[in-house]
């Protein structure tokens, strides 16, 4: 193929979001396949394109997938079939126990919990079934940690294998500071910062008195994480994570309840959005505000829905927030503001799992044993798709 024309077909095949239509585009001949099989191409539809919601995993990796009329439905059946959510691929004796402590961009981090050498930490890619053990830090405040993947940093985006880069943040508590130590994949090694000191309420309460960690789910939205504190207060932690910098913002100008549930989301034009739940009697209520301008500008209430009976809100990524009612696992859009389910599970403990299937799919942990590493052409996942005959395929 002319290389001109090469260049002309890939920039129209990355206008293409979603995964079904790359695949009907690769099976029109073989240039086409080969052009879309590229890893180059593949590395640039990622920067693109978000990833799908494909379902969630709960704690011990129980994998709930999106189902009809989900749009993520068939890629999700086909993810289903090809990701090892029971982690097998990792070392394993009868006195390890592996829980999910964190899941972003296809990556998850599992804590092992040893009887005898203490907790561990592994980052895997469960699609391509690849790890990576980090190193293990001697403290006391173990079992307080707050772990949780970070972005990388600029200038280590991808290596020379097309492998995207990534570093998991560890924050412990100690005494009237907590103690911060960063992982980077580009280097394999764990560097440790300064100590942060807090002298103010956020500090106090959200990572050192035992009772309102909240769990200290990191929330991920404009390029930094934020921690809302579980107690009576609006007080909200941040961290860029590019300059491993803190500061407080406040919260919506609003009286709030100690056990409410809420998620921090991604608004237009680099403004926070908030989502919370507030229970009525027989029925529940999400409350949608918006910061206006930056994420340190005043706050406006956009929207009450009228959700039912028990309903919370887990997690969030993106724009999306996730939760649940009585029947099934629902996402909400900060822009539409509508409900979709995703599956009919309830779920108070799980983590959202977005990803592209395979052959799309890029593996997202570059070390690991090389016999485990599974790379699916797209003639073998047409061969697969003869013996599904209850769903139409992805391709």
């Known amino acids: 193929m002319d290389k001109l024309l090469a260049q002309m077909l890939g920039s129209i095949f990355l206008c293409l979001p979603d995964p079904a239509d790359l695949g009907r585009t690769s099976v029109a001949c073989k240039s086409f396949r080969d052009l879309i099989a590229d890893s180059y191409f593949r590395r640039q539809h990622r920067k693109r394109h978000t990833s799908p919601l494909l379902g969630f995993v709960g704690k011990f990796g129980d994998f709930h997938r999106a189902i009809s009329p989900h749009p993520s439905a068939l890629a999700a059946k086909t993810v289903d079939n090809a ?3 029971s982690f097998s691929f990792l070392p394993r004796t009868e ?3 592996y ?5 972003r961009e296809g990556r998850v981090i599992l804590a092992t919990v040893n009887e005898v050498f203490g907790e561990d930490y592994v980052v895997c890619d469960p699609l391509h079934r690849t790890y990576v053990v980090l190193p293990k830090l001697h403290d006391a405040a173990t079992s307080k ?5 970070a972005p990388p940093m600029p200038e280590t985006v991808a290596d020379k294998d097309g492998q995207t880069t990534f570093r998991v943040i560890r924050m412990a508590p100690r005494g009237d500071h907590f103690d911060t130590h960063v992982f980077s994949s580009w280097t394999c090694q764990c560097e440790a910062r300064p100590s942060v000191i807090w002298r103010g309420p956020v500090g106090s309460h959200l990572f050192t008195l035992p009772g309102m960690v909240n769990h200290c789910r990191a929330q991920y939205a404009h390029g930094r994480f934020y921690f809302v504190s579980n107690i009576n207060r609006w007080e909200t932690l941040v961290l860029d994570p ?13 009286d709030r309840v100690c056990d409410e549930d809420i998620c921090i989301v991604e608004a237009d034009e680099g403004s926070l959005g908030m989502f919370l739940t507030y229970q009525d009697y027989d029925r529940s209520m999400i409350i949608y505000w918006q910061s206006e301008g930056d994420i340190s500008g005043p706050w406006r209430e956009e929207k009450r829905i009228v959700v039912g009976d028990m309903c919370r809100v887990f997690s969030s990524e993106g724009r999306h927030v996730f939760g649940h009612d009585t ?3 629902f996402s909400l859009d900060a822009k539409a503001l509508e409900l979709e389910r995703v599956c009919y599970m309830i779920l108070d403990e799980a983590y959202p799992y977005s990803n592209l299937p395979l052959p799309y799919a890029l593996p997202t942990v570059a070390s690991g044993p090389k016999e485990t590493q ?5 003639a ?3 061969e697969d798709a003869q013996e599904m005959e209850d769903d139409e395929y992805l391709f």
């Open 83 to 85: 990701c090892d959510f």
């Open 95 to 97: 006195s390890i126990i």
């Open 99 to 103: 829980g999910v402590v964190d899941i």
């Open 145 to 149: 940690r707050n772990i949780f993947l």
């Open 242 to 254: 590019m300059t491993m910098e803190f500061s407080t913002i406040d919260g919506p100008p609003m």
């Open 327 to 329: 029947i099934a696992c």
């Open 374 to 378: 599974q790379t699916r052409t797209i």
């Open 380 to 382: 073998e996942e047409m």
